[in-house]
């Protein structure tokens, strides 16, 4: 069973969703940090996918008048990082993810089932 969750981070899952990202982990750091509440963090094949997923995720969200306070990586498409406040988007090329392991990182958050929204 899916929990409900706020209707701002079901839209920035979806747009998340909308480009073939994989391996999505949606991580609720609430108590863990004080600079945001959700880690999603997405992996692409390439740096070129990871790049056109962040910059799919940008476009989506501003049509639901959700902009991003910033983005960073989209020129390079190793680690773009799309930050929304309350919720911080991590997009990886494969790689990248296993080096850095922000899982590995933030294995005491709590885990957000994230597949009913599509």
């Not at 919720?87 to 993810?97: A, L, N, S």
Request: charged fraction near 30%; charge should be negative; glycine fraction near 6%.
């Amino acid at each position: 069973m899916t929990q409900e969750l706020d209707p701002r981070l079901a839209s920035i899952i979806k747009a998340v969703k909308g480009r073939k990202a994989e391996n999505i982990s949606v991580l609720d750091v609430r108590g863990l940090t004080s600079y945001t509440d959700y880690f999603i963090m997405a992996s692409a094949r390439s740096t070129r996918q990871a790049a056109s997923i962040g910059e799919y995720i940008k476009v989506e969200l501003k049509k639901e008048d959700i902009p991003p306070l910033t983005v960073d990586g989209l020129s390079e498409g190793s680690w773009v990082l799309l930050d929304y406040g309350d919720v911080i988007v991590h997009v990886f090329y494969e790689e990248t993810r296993e080096y850095y392991d922000l899982d590995g990182l933030w294995a005491d958050a709590k885990v957000i089932d994230h597949s009913g929204i599509e």
